[in-house]
């Protein structure tokens, strides 16, 4: 018996434990049914998808959304979103439902509907950004008319079983939970409205639940060491003659073969760590004030570009960001007294877009870091950082015993090396 309870206890704790993000400890998709009017044989309501999640998006081609009805409802009809099958509405005489599904899945629409099926928040595919990147699209909303159900606030029963895709696997629903109406405000901003009765569920990520390989990793190098550090061996994976291309294949100049598939299975390039994504940190200079750091992201799945990507960096100095190159930079403060996370991603309509494997499929910027002198040093890898997530899930590092190290004559060989700049310097000034 005290096994069965010590066992339960440890279940319960992994589950939370999984979809606990210690960078983004807040971060979830929340889901906000709004009933706005009944109907004679049930209600319409606008359901609000808000992605609060600082660095993780949803990408192409979108979520799913899908619950299971409490009762025996029925979508009549839908604007801003649709059902992905309508099901058996043979019963129906005259007008026939949207969707008669049991458990129903429901997308986006895509952008360039007619404008009489958008609702306000709609029609991006499926697409939402990161709460850290862009909030107001960070939301995404529809309109459904819900029949053969409760008709008041007492006999209205709430969907259950919710599940996300966000597109793959990941999301884990709770149940939905009855909350205070929201309050809207009228356009001339002078009357206060309210929804007729609301409901919230909310969905995290775990990465556990994902996938069982990581999805990117991280190499380093610096200018004090000719050793580049690589990233680990099968880091995701480890390479077979089934699940990967040769860089010079002729598959790859076959046409169509950069086009998704409908599983978004990956045709990635082989590496020894076969990871569709890696993160390169190179500590590239040293100053008397300040050191620099390039950093380059490599895509190596040929069926697969990123928009909207992020890049989410721990290291004690990002304190100190004098400079983001090329990127764009925003510090995370997930404990407020504590400055050491940072978010790169991609500059509007220059490098917001991460291009499928090959020539173009990398992107790149440099860093210029303020020294603090009571912690700053290049030995023991303290210069590379301490994680690194790409698009919302941790990449893998390398062992720490492998890092770049410092030669034990490195301080002098720099200082030496100053000194000969100098006294060049003084030389051409002299000269000239």
Known sequence: MRFIVSAFFFLALLSYAVAYDPLDPNGNITLKWDVMSWTPDGYVAVVTMNNFQMYRHIMSPGWSLGWTWAKKEVIWSMVGAQATEQGDCSKFKGNVPHCCQKNPTIVDLLPGVPYNQQFSNCCKGGVLAAWGQDPTAAVSAFQVSVGLAGTSNKTVKLPKNFTLLGPGPGYTCGPAKVVPSTVFLTSDRRRKTQALMTWNVTCTYSQFLARKNPSCCVSFSSFYNETITPCPTCACGCQNKHNCVKSNSKILQVKGINTPRKDNSPLLQCTHH???????????????????????????NYRMNHTLWSLVVQHPNLNNVTQVFSFDYKPLLPYESINDTGMFYGMKFYNDLLMEAGPLGNIQSELLLRKDKNTFTLKQGWAFPRKVYFNGDECMLPPPDTYPFLPSSAPNNLFALSTLICSLLFLLISLW
Do not use: S
Request: contains cysteine.
């Open 274 to 300: 076969m990871c569709p994504i890696r993160v390169h940190w190179h500590v590239k200079l040293n100053y008397k004030d300040y050191w620099r750091v390039k950093i380059a992201v490599t895509n190596f």
